[in-house]
């Protein structure tokens, strides 16, 4: 039973299928449609979108 990983931004199908024994971590998930990228993991068909902090401005 394989899935096609959807993109988050905008939920179309991208080019990535899994299974339900695939594990991914810090995987960067790009969409054709929206061309956005994304950093996600995968874990028995669940998929969680990691937020990186946004870059500070280092002041001296």
Same mark, same amino acid.
Not at 14 to 28: A, C, G, Q, S, Y
Not at 32 to 43: A, G, M, Q, R, S
């Given at each position: 039973m394989d899935e096609w990983v959807l993109c988050p931004a905008c939920k179309c199908k991208t080019r990535i299928k899994i299974r339900p024994d695939t594990v991914?971590? @810090?995987?960067?998930?790009? #969409?054709?449609? #929206?061309? =956005?990228? +994304?950093? !996600? @993991? !995968?874990?028995?068909? =669940? +998929? +969680?979108?990691i937020k990186e902090p946004d870059a500070q401005t280092q002041s001296r």
């Amino acid at each position: 039973m394989d899935e096609w990983v959807l993109c988050p931004a905008c939920k179309c199908k991208t080019r990535i299928k899994i299974r339900p024994d695939t594990v991914l971590e @810090n995987f960067p998930l790009y #969409c054709p449609k #929206c061309k =956005h990228e +994304t950093l !996600i @993991n !995968i874990k028995q068909l =669940h +998929t +969680t979108v990691i937020k990186e902090p946004d870059a500070q401005t280092q002041s001296r």
